[in-house]
Every structure is written in C-alpha cells, then in structure tokens.
C-alpha cells in the first residue's frame, strides 16, 4: 500500500505544528506560510523549499500584493470560487498544471503533464482565450509562444520562475558562443556538420531558446533528450548543452559519449575554465547548471532504501547527479515514472527520486503500491510552491470581470527564433 495519503501541504502543516504521532521533517518551517508573504521581501528570493539558497538574478520578476480576501479565504471558499470562476468561462480558458504543482493547486487543471506534454497542450486549445500554468515562468513564455495570436497566458504568481533556468543567461550564453566560434571556427566538416549546435533544455528562458532557433539549434525536455542529442550530433560536430549539466551528461553517457569528452563550461571563467586541446577533443560541452530538488537525492539514500525494501524499485529523474542515476534502477521523466507505476504489478514497491509533490500523488493515485521519495525530507520545488489556490482564484476572478492580470508576453524578436527552436523540439518525438 501507498506510504501517505496526505498532500504535501497537509503533511507540511501536520509536521510544522508538531502534530502528535507525525514523524519527518520539512527543509524549513517557512514553507507553511502562504507564499504571499515572500512576495514584497526587499530582495527577490525564490522562496522557501529547494532552491532557497540559490543566489536569485536581481531583475527576477516580482509579484506585487494578492488582495487580502485571497489570502484569508478558507481553502473551501477558494474551492468554489474557483470553480464557479471556471464555469462561468468555460471554454474560454484552460488551466495547465505541471506534475510539481501541490495537488491543491492541479486538481483544477485541464491538463496535468511534463513541460513537453504541456507544451504541445498549450496548442490544444485554440479556441482558449486565455492559458493559465500553473508552472514556473519559463513554460508560461513557451505556452506564449506557441499558443495562437490572441490568446493570453498567464501566470498567476510571477515570482514562480526556475533557479536552474537563472543559471544560463542569455548574456553568459552568447560570450560562451563567442569563444568557442573564435576557437572552433564557423566552417563545416567535410561531411556538412557544423562546428558546434546550441541545444537548451525546457527549463531555460524565452531568450535562450529563441538563441538555439537562431544558431541552427534546438530545445530538449527529460523525455527527449536522446532524441534530440541524435538530432544535433547528425548536424555538428559538437553540441552546447544548457542550463543543466546532469541531463545533459547522463543522456550523453548512455549514449556512449565517454566522460573524458564532456568538459563543464563554467561561464565565470575563461573559456569555461577549459583548455583549448579538451574543447577540440569535446562531444558535449556542458553548463554548470543544475536543478537543486534533483540535487538533493543521494546513493546514500538510495543503499538506505534498498536495505529497508530489499525488493524496491528506485527509479530517478535524469536530472539527478550522475553517481545517483547509475546506482539507480532506472531513470527517466517525469511521464517515465508515472507510466513505470501505472505498469507495475500490484505489490510493487517504488523509490522516487524526483519532486515530492509527484511523488505524494503517485502515492495517493496507486495505493496498491508501496510508493515513497528517496529524500525523507519534504522540500518541494521552491518556485512551483509559489503557485497557490488564492492566486489561481484572483487570476480567473479576474478574468470573469474581463481584465487579463499576469500577463506573459514574449516579444516578437524572441519569439520568432524560439519558435523555431520550440517546434524542432516537438518535431524529435522520443
């Protein structure tokens, strides 16, 4: 049976009020508190959970105030204002929700999925006149950019962004490029290949993608980095990979791709903090990028899970360290996971290693299964938490009485190259 029928929210406040009879423990005792109150902190921060010590870009989008009947509502008068909201627009909107979002949140949602199936989602609706995700800011400006001319996205906190996605920034990315242009050249091979292709995954900005459509490169998500490596390698010499090193080493490494040709580019540094012979030498260049929820699963954890279940299953996300994913069973997307539960036979015990709040619902959703997270400490993804029932309730409130609040808007400079970009990746279906 499931190891935990509760939310991560109703753990969260069972654990924070020393509740008799609950055990665990959360990252900080912060993430009891509506998310509202780390909106006009002095310093953007991306709030309590994961990334909490993450350093935060100082031009990071800013959430101004909920309105204080958001966020004194019970969460049954959130229920059936948002519901009523809902009705009331019926086609005209449709709620995105990512597999992280708190189940308080993405049982509202129309579609529940990973960033690639909730960016081909956003083209589903094209009689919507507005796409409200329930995600981080990066996928709001992919929902932006591939949604139609007049529909209108939004996100209902805009302080929801992405520490891994911060990590590369368009200014970092193109001095890199510089580098490696003046080292490498711009000519192709023998064979047509050209000296290095851009690749980005999901998790970075409008820019970044909007960079790779311009560089004859392409964007990637956990479910079909293989595919789009394959796609990239047919077309250069070498690939850039961004923001996220570990996606990008383990994919390459089960790709056959020797570790000895993956420098790490650290933009901080000259040429990365490389030498010119491993730069010539590289398959992959990978950034120094990472998702701080992935970084918290350990081979201890994994040795501690095994000897209390001798026969579990650990399955991770690719995102996690490379020592973690090779001590693992398995490892894949979030789309993975769900399908390798849903397929199991009845009995099966599972350890996790991906955000709680996916890992809680799997949980919920197959209590036939022994189901729980490799990391026993509740510390969800900071910038998902910031989506909140009172901000979906203001957003499609708003809405109702005809104004578009949170708007994402990708300029037009951007979004063309993104595109690009955006539609290759859809295109190298895994």
Same mark, same amino acid.
């Given at each position: 049976?499931?190891?935990?029928?509760?939310?991560?929210?109703?753990?969260?406040?069972?654990?924070?009020?020393?509740?008799?009879?609950?055990?665990?423990?959360?990252?900080?005792?912060?993430?009891?508190?509506?998310?509202?109150?780390?909106?006009?902190?002095?310093?953007?921060?991306?709030?309590?959970?994961?990334?909490?010590?993450?350093?935060?870009?100082?031009?990071?989008?800013?959430?101004?105030?909920?309105?204080?009947?958001?966020?004194?509502?019970?969460?049954?008068?959130?229920?059936?204002?948002?519901?009523?909201?809902?009705?009331?627009?019926?086609?005209?909107?449709?709620?995105?929700?990512?597999?992280?979002?708190?189940?308080?949140?993405? *049982?509202?949602?129309? #579609?529940?999925? $990973?960033?690639?199936?909730?960016? =081909?989602? +956003? /083209? %589903?609706?094209?009689?919507?006149?507005?796409?409200?995700?329930?995600?981080?800011?990066?996928?709001?400006?992919?929902?932006?950019?591939?949604?139609?001319?007049?529909?209108?996205?939004?996100?209902?906190?805009?302080?929801?962004?992405?520490?891994?996605?911060?990590?590369?920034?368009?200014?970092?990315?193109?001095?890199?490029?510089?580098?490696?242009?003046?080292?490498?050249?711009?000519?192709?091979?023998?064979?047509?290949?050209?000296?290095?292709?851009?690749?980005?995954?999901?998790?970075?900005?409008?820019?970044?993608?909007?960079?790779?459509?311009?560089?004859?490169?392409?964007?990637?998500?956990?479910?079909?980095?293989?595919?789009?490596?394959?796609?990239?390698?047919?077309?250069? *010499?070498?690939?850039? #990979?961004?923001? $996220?090193?570990?996606?990008?080493? =383990?994919? +390459? /490494? %089960?790709?056959?791709?020797?570790?000895?040709?993956?420098?790490?580019?650290?933009?901080?540094?000259?040429?990365?903090?490389?030498?010119?012979?491993?730069?010539?030498?590289?398959?992959?260049?990978?950034?120094?990028?990472?998702?701080?929820?992935?970084?918290?699963?350990?081979?201890?954890?994994?040795?501690?899970?095994?000897?209390?279940?001798?026969?579990?299953?650990?399955?991770?996300?690719?995102?996690?360290?490379?020592?973690?994913?090779?001590?693992?069973?398995?490892?894949?997307?979030?789309?993975?996971?769900?399908?390798?539960?849903?397929?199991?036979?009845?009995?099966?015990?599972?350890?996790?290693?991906?955000?709680?709040?996916?890992?809680?619902?799997?949980?919920?959703?197959?209590?036939?299964?022994?189901?729980?997270?490799?990391?026993?400490?509740?510390?969800?993804?900071?910038?998902?938490?910031?989506?909140?029932?009172?901000?979906?309730?203001?957003?499609?409130?708003?809405?109702?009485?005809?104004?578009?609040?949170?708007?994402?808007?990708?300029?037009?400079?951007?979004?063309?190259?993104?595109?690009?970009?955006?539609?290759?990746?859809?295109?190298?279906?895994?």
């Amino acid at each position: 049976m499931s190891t935990s029928t509760l939310s991560v929210d109703a753990e969260i406040t069972l654990i924070t009020a020393g509740s008799p009879g609950v055990t665990g423990s959360t990252c900080t005792p912060e993430l009891a508190e509506g998310p509202w109150v780390f909106d006009l902190q002095p310093a953007p921060s991306y709030g309590p959970g994961a990334s909490m010590a993450d350093p935060i870009p100082s031009d990071t989008p800013r959430q101004g105030q909920l309105p204080d009947d958001y966020k004194t509502a019970s969460k049954l008068e959130l229920d059936v204002r948002i519901r009523a909201a809902k009705k009331t627009l019926g086609d005209r909107v449709v709620v995105l929700g990512h597999f992280y979002q708190r189940d308080e949140v993405v *049982q509202y949602a129309d #579609f529940v999925g $990973d960033s690639f199936q909730l960016a =081909n989602a +956003a /083209k %589903a609706k094209p009689e919507a006149e507005a796409i409200v995700f329930c995600g981080v800011h990066f996928m709001a400006e992919t929902a932006d950019i591939l949604a139609g001319p007049a529909q209108a996205v939004i996100l209902p906190n805009l302080a929801a962004g992405c520490s891994m996605a911060d990590m590369a920034d368009i200014d970092s990315v193109e001095e890199a490029w510089a580098q490696l242009a003046e080292l490498y050249g711009t000519e192709p091979d023998a064979s047509g290949r050209v000296p290095v292709i851009p690749v980005t995954y999901m998790n970075s900005s409008a820019a970044l993608k909007g960079f790779c459509g311009e560089h004859g490169g392409i964007v990637c998500t956990s479910s079909n980095a293989a595919t789009v490596l394959e796609w990239a390698f047919a077309r250069g *010499q070498r690939v850039l #990979f961004f923001p $996220d090193q570990h996606l990008g080493r =383990n994919t +390459a /490494k %089960a790709m056959g791709v020797p570790l000895e040709r993956m420098p790490m580019w650290n933009p901080r540094k000259a040429l990365g903090g490389n030498d010119e012979q491993g730069l010539l030498d590289a398959q992959v260049i990978l950034w120094h990028g990472f998702c701080s929820v992935h970084k918290r699963f350990t081979v201890a954890q994994i040795e501690k899970a095994r000897a209390e279940h001798p026969d579990v299953r650990v399955i991770v996300h690719p995102e996690c360290p490379m020592p973690v994913v090779d001590a693992a069973d398995e490892y894949g997307s979030t789309d993975y996971i769900t399908k390798a539960i849903a397929a199991a036979p009845a009995g099966s015990t599972f350890a996790i290693g991906t955000e709680i709040n996916l890992v809680q619902r799997l949980a919920n959703d197959y209590p036939q299964h022994t189901i729980f997270c490799l990391d026993d400490v509740i510390c969800p993804c900071s910038t998902m938490y910031r989506i909140h029932p009172g901000y979906l309730a203001w957003v499609l409130e708003e809405l109702v009485a005809g104004r578009v609040v949170n708007q994402i808007t990708v300029a037009d400079d951007v979004a063309v190259p993104a595109r690009v970009a955006l539609e290759r990746m859809l295109a190298a279906r895994p």
